[in-house]
């Protein structure tokens, strides 16, 4: 994906499942326009989830994932079937294809009405069907989802008007209706960002959230100037007057705090993603479970990427040592990358995530979810390091 591409994480994901065989890859390729997805009599032919990110007109940067058959069989179908059910976690929007409205296809539609997930139901390859069979199945699923489906065929291109026209009507209330920073700046206002340059992003690369923010403030019509911590003096002292607002990598929380002229506001890229990305009223709440922890506690860290651990990762080394120095070496860490996550989330006493930069939305609420029916508090970088550094209750999100 190109620098000026939407990042896949930020764009609608709208899922489609049904059974082998059902036209879930013919009608991805006929929404699209391509053939990104391969097609073929035999059931079973699509195995891990495609994701494809493109622009959908009328909805804007979406990606579409087209996952393997919920029918399918044996142990290799089940594992197909565990990703498909991992996919259904980061969808925004489902489209649930229906060939018979049997207890499978109920059971999916149980599935994502339980996650909340706006439902699309599809009558796929109406045209290859009578008009009685499609009556009395338009009947039966309108009875199951409460509105009736919509009768699709990829081949003649029957209802992929309307397919998009519902994708627009179901639009998330809170999608691309917030932006990262937008809350805490106007048009005009000075804003200093204080970048790291460490083993994470190394030598000619930002990452990925101060590239984001970046864009979101001149977005917003704002003055940015951008330093690190060894330049930051010297940049508050060009500046006419205090920034309005100073964004921070949260592991210079400390330093750069010291720094702060008493009129600017100070916050973290981290801080500012758990916001973005998921509930940072959730994520505050968890912090206090931090003063909770003692040196038989459980503690699981969730990192979003899946990069090999760097000698001063802030997932893997520098949380984990600040907190073993608050509660003790015998704190229990444990580490999940990428899409691991586990069931059993009761057995922590504490979940902390990374900014998520790398998932939608859709996924970060989920987890938080999941974690919230555990009884089981979830914080987020930014706010875990600033909670031990004591200064939470001074820095704006």
Known sequence: MSLQSTPRANRLHI???????????????????????????????????????????????????????????????????????????????????????DAIEQSWLQRLQAKKI???????????????????????????????????????????????????????????????????VRPGDTVLLVMPQDIQAPKGRLILPQVQTTRDLLDHKCVIISCTTETMEQALHALAKPPKLIITDSQAFAYVYERTPKESQLTSFSVLFARYKGDIDQFIRGAAAIDRLTPSSRVLIAEACTHAPLTEDIGRVKIPALLRKKVGEGLTIEFVRGSDFPADLDQYDLIIHCGACMFNRRYVLDRLEKAQAAGTPMCNYGIVIAHLNHILDKIVY
């Open 118 to 184: 706006p439902i699309i139901p599809i009558i796929s390859k109406a045209d290859l069907k009578s008009a009685s069979a499609v009556t009395s199945l338009s009947a039966k699923i309108q009875q199951l989802c409460g509105e009736a489906p919509l009768l699709v065929s990829a081949s003649t291109g029957q209802g992929l008007r309307e397919v998009r026209e519902r994708l627009v009507r179901l639009l998330p209330e809170d999608y691309q209706a917030d932006s990262i920073v937008g809350h805490l």
């Open 15 to 101: 899922g489609i499942f049904g059974k082998r065989n059902s036209g879930k890859s013919s009608l991805l390729n006929a929404l699209t326009g391509h053939n990104y997805a391969v097609v073929s009599d035999v059931a079973g032919t699509t195995t891990d989830p495609v994701y494809k990110a493109m622009e959908l007109h009328g909805v804007g940067p979406v990606v579409w994932i087209d996952t393997a058959g919920f029918d399918d069989e044996g142990a290799l179908g089940e594992l197909r079937i565990q990703k498909s059910e991992d996919a259904m976690d980061r969808t925004d929007i489902a489209l649930l294809l229906f060939t018979d409205g």
